[in-house]
């Protein structure tokens, strides 16, 4: 297990970038805490109740939910009322050191309060201002809040969702506020870039909205090319068979078949080698026609095995192929560990590891998600 301690300092690759994050519930701070993984020095500033994710549980830990914990590690922290003018000239002198401002506040409510984008990138022309929101800030819907499940509904997401036979059903696990969260991240890192050869911040904005969109491939693809409106298939792929979850002898399995060759070296583990030239069944776009009495065929086959050795067997067969693990087991196997995707801090503090790996300034985790009134000294 990748276990660390806080420090003062930090090589990573963006070291020496300063970010400002006033951004609440999950795509912002999302944001901040990736830049922050990565070595920015990022202060969270929260109102005097603290960012409402602090209660979102249980369970809690000294008083601060496990949701909160999970989006805000390597920040330092300040509570600041912006609804006073004592509030919002403490964020104007914060915001002449930054480069990188996060907000999520509703569209116009920082323009009200006089210390908006137009008002901001005037005075501090260097500025990446990121905002996350839920339908961007113009249009029929611009403005208007969104929240991750209500977006999943309005993008098509659910519609696709859930067994054939079942209605739409939520995604489990708030994919597009955590999208959104990494196209701020693709977006602020895009405008510093850029900002390298002009000088100059700009307007960075990451919606909901367009973030729900962006994740409708293969099935706004299918559209586009044969107006067919998708239909749900459960836990198989629309284009592709057998891309699905399978029934052995003991556990489920997944199996991921892309291409002819796959599907030939999957018929022949599981003793079935005549089926790949089945004509049927011998081409991937054959296969997807007849998925339905293939995966009987397949299943009954199947019943004689035991999934976990299956699995193991297709995999060294070059055939794609998981076991179906609940999330303590997920977040408890080897290879999880191994690729340091569960970090432990100091006092026991656990999280999920940086996914994006660097060779020479890889992701640190300098300091836990801090509880109100706790500091820690700034990056150098």
Not at 132 to 150: E, I, K, Q, R, W
Not at 275 to 299: C, F, I
């Amino acid at each position: 297990m990748n276990t660390t301690t806080p420090t003062s300092s930090c090589a990573g690759a963006l070291a020496g970038i300063r970010v400002l994050d006033i951004s609440r519930i999950l795509g912002g701070p999302y944001c901040g805490q990736i830049l922050g993984d990565h070595g920015a020095d990022v202060l969270k500033v929260e109102p005097p109740g603290g960012d409402d994710t602090r209660t979102w549980g249980p369970p809690f830990r000294d008083g601060v939910a496990s949701y909160y914990h999970g989006l805000n590690r390597n920040k330092r922290i300040q509570h600041l009322d912006l609804t006073t003018p004592e509030g919002r000239e403490t964020l104007l002198a914060l915001a002449a050191e930054a480069d990188v401002l996060i907000e999520n506040f509703k569209t116009g409510t920082m323009e009200r309060w006089g210390i908006g984008y137009d008002v901001l990138s005037q005075r501090f022309p260097r500025l990446v201002w990121c905002r996350v929101s839920g339908f961007g800030s113009d249009g029929p819907l611009g403005a208007l809040p969104g929240y991750d499940a209500a977006v999943q509904a309005m993008t098509g997401i659910m519609s696709i969702n859930g067994e054939a036979e079942g209605g739409p059903l939520r995604v489990g696990l708030p994919v597009v506020d955590m999208v959104t969260g990494l196209n701020a991240v693709i977006g602020v890192l895009l405008a510093l870039q850029e900002r390298q050869k002009s000088g100059k911040g700009q307007f960075v904005e990451a919606a909901l909205y367009d973030s729900g969109l962006s994740l409708l491939h293969p099935h706004a693809a299918n559209w586009f090319m044969d107006g067919r409106n998708p239909k749900r298939t459960g836990n198989a792929h629309p284009n592709i068979y057998p891309y699905d979850a399978l029934r052995t002898g003991t556990d489920p399995v997944f199996v991921a078949v892309g291409n002819d060759r796959q599907f030939a070296a999957f018929c022949r583990v599981i003793g079935l080698p005549g089926l790949a030239q089945d004509p049927n069944y011998a081409t991937a776009g054959a296969r997807s026609v007849h998925r339905d009495g293939l995966k009987q065929t397949l299943e009954a086959q199947l019943a004689a095995f035991d999934g976990r050795t299956l699995v193991d067997d297709l995999m060294a067969a070059g055939v794609p192929a998981a076991p179906v693990l609940p999330v303590d087991a997920a977040l408890q196997h080897p290879h999880t560990l191994h690729r340091g995707m569960v970090v432990e801090m100091e006092g026991g503090w656990r999280g999920l590891g940086a996914p994006v790996k660097l060779s020479r300034t890889p992701a640190t985790y300098r300091h836990v998600p801090l509880t109100p009134g706790e500091r820690f000294e700034p990056l150098p």
